[in-house]
């Protein structure tokens, strides 16, 4: 929200659609993957999609660098001459490592960083 200072708190929905658990068997594996499509849906937004596509794209870079580069796709439905809703689509992925606390009785979750591909 702060690269988006024209837009209103109120203006913004998140939505996650399709959503895979990743999990492979084992006695002591309890680690998973999630994938899932983020939706995002700016509202009544009269700004331009670049004011919303530069700091995306940048996040996207960092946080989920092995999104292929048409991995982006977005509709508009134009409500006036000033404005649109705007629905941006974008496929993610969460690893899940999953550490089992003999102490507590529990688990601790760690969501795993996404390998730069300077690191692979």
């Not at 499509?37 to 919303?52: K, S, V």
Request: aromatic fraction near 8%; charge should be negative.
């Amino acid at each position: 929200m702060q690269a988006l200072p024209s837009l209103a708190a109120e203006n913004l929905d998140s939505f996650v659609r399709n959503g895979t658990v990743y999990s492979v068997s084992g006695r002591d594996n309890h680690n998973y993957q999630l994938k899932y499509e983020a939706r995002l849906i700016f509202t009544d937004y009269a700004g331009n999609l670049a004011q919303i596509l530069i700091p995306l794209t940048a996040w996207l870079h960092e946080h989920e660098p092995t999104l292929p580069p048409e991995g982006i796709r977005f509709d508009a439905d134009s409500l006036n001459h000033e404005s649109a809703d705007i629905e941006i689509r974008f496929e993610l992925t969460e690893l899940v490592k999953v550490i089992p606390d003999p102490d507590q009785g529990g688990y601790h979750l760690i969501t795993c960083p996404a390998p730069q591909i300077d690191d692979v």
